[in-house]
């Protein structure tokens, strides 16, 4: 299970397959100088409903993985998550069958 930082204060949890295809739409978004939500299912027990944060070029953002090898990617599913960040809806966490997946939300100290 890798993580992604945002703004130096909010850690979320993804498994490293879902964060290694996030990050490469984000990244190629935030290369173009695009904003865009980001939105995931939270756990049952972090409240079981659903975050969304704005993703912009002048925010920190950190990916860790948390194994050593980089996972297969798959451009079928990078093209689902590329077109859900270009919509008004936004880049909507998603697994490989299309399906929301969780990730897990919490604040870190500074």
Request: proline share 5%.
């Amino acid at each position: 299970m890798g993580y992604l930082v945002y703004d130096s204060s909010t850690v979320i949890n993804f498994d490293d397959r879902v964060l290694a295809h996030l990050e490469v739409v984000i990244v190629s978004k935030l290369r173009r100088k695009e904003s865009f939500a980001l939105s995931w299912r939270e756990p049952s027990d972090n409240g079981d409903g659903r975050t969304t944060i704005w993703v912009d070029p002048s925010i920190p953002l950190r990916f860790r993985f948390a194994g050593s090898r980089p996972p297969t990617l798959d451009r079928e599913w990078i093209d689902k998550l590329a077109a859900a960040a270009a919509s008004s809806a936004g880049l909507i966490a998603i697994d490989e069958d299309g399906q929301q997946v969780i990730g897990s939300t919490h604040e870190r100290g500074l």
